[in-house]
Antibody, heavy 122, light 106 residues
Framework: QLQLQESGPGLVKPSETLSLTCTVS??????????WGWIRQPPGKGLEWIGS???????YYNPSLKSRVTISVDTSKNQFSLKLSSVTAADTAVYYC??????????????WGQGTLVTVSS | DIQMTQSPSSLSASVGDRVTITCQAS??????LNWYQQKPGKAPKLLIY???NLETGVPSRFSGSGSGTDFTFTISSLQPEDIATYYC????????FGGGTKVEIK
């Protein structure tokens, strides 16, 4: 059974870079059928897609975050990572990683990691 | 850019009631729409994909319909365990989630 687990600091200072890693177990991140995505959810608010990566390194980003986001993949460790630079309090959120089927007519996220809360505060 | 309008933002219904949530896209997205359930403190769970296909293991009281710009998610008989927030998600272009609908028991 495929499982995803987010890891990284729970507290980041304003203007610094948020860094998270998602470890995939029970399957290969190098599967040709899937992308791997990051989604976030500010406290009490809705879901926002951040970006996605294919095992080859091809990436797609939310235009509203593109200037600050970098997503990378390490197939040897079965992991993919998120970096979000110049963070502010508005970036405080639960960050989820998820497997993404993105080959029309399919485009769903499943499964998801449990999520990790990142707070931006000095 | 595609905009997704999900309504209502919240609703209260009795056990056994039929519950309907709608999602409207600002342009034609064919059937490129999914529905998720998120229980408090948990990650979202995929319920419906490609607008009307029930994910394996999901109870048959959940259903989805629609194509183009107008989509509907239905719980045919609301159960206490269905208390959650439900989100639509389009993928005609870059992924985009609707604003969510919080479902409560009356």
């Amino acid at each position: 059974q495929l499982q995803l687990q987010e890891s990284g600091p729970g507290l980041v200072k304003p203007s610094e870079t948020l860094s998270l890693t998602c470890t995939v177990s029970g399957g290969s991140i190098s599967s040709s059928s899937y992308y791997w995505g990051w989604i976030r959810q500010p406290p009490g608010k809705g879901l926002e897609w951040i970006g996605s990566i294919y095992y080859s390194g091809s990436t797609y980003y939310n235009p509203s975050l593109k200037s600050r986001v970098t997503i990378s993949v390490d197939t040897s460790k079965n992991q993919f990572s998120l970096k979000l630079s110049s963070v502010t309090a508005a970036d405080t959120a639960v960050y989820y990683c998820a497997r993404q089927r993105w080959e029309l007519p399919e485009g769903w996220f499943d499964p998801w990691g449990q999520g990790t809360l990142v707070t931006v505060s000095s | 850019d595609i905009q997704m309008t999900q309504s209502p933002s919240s609703l209260s219904a009795s056990v056994g009631d039929r519950v309907t949530i709608t999602c409207q896209a600002s342009q034609d997205i064919s059937n490129y729409l999914n529905w998720y359930q998120q229980k408090p403190g948990k990650a979202p769970k995929l319920l419906i994909y490609d607008a009307s296909n029930l994910e394996t293991g999901v109870p048959s009281r959940f259903s989805g319909s629609g194509s183009g710009t107008d989509f509907t998610f239905t719980i045919s008989s609301l159960q206490p365990e269905d208390i959650a927030t439900y989100y639509c998600q389009q993928y005609d272009n870059l992924p985009l989630f609707g604003g969510g609908t919080k479902v409560e028991i009356k």
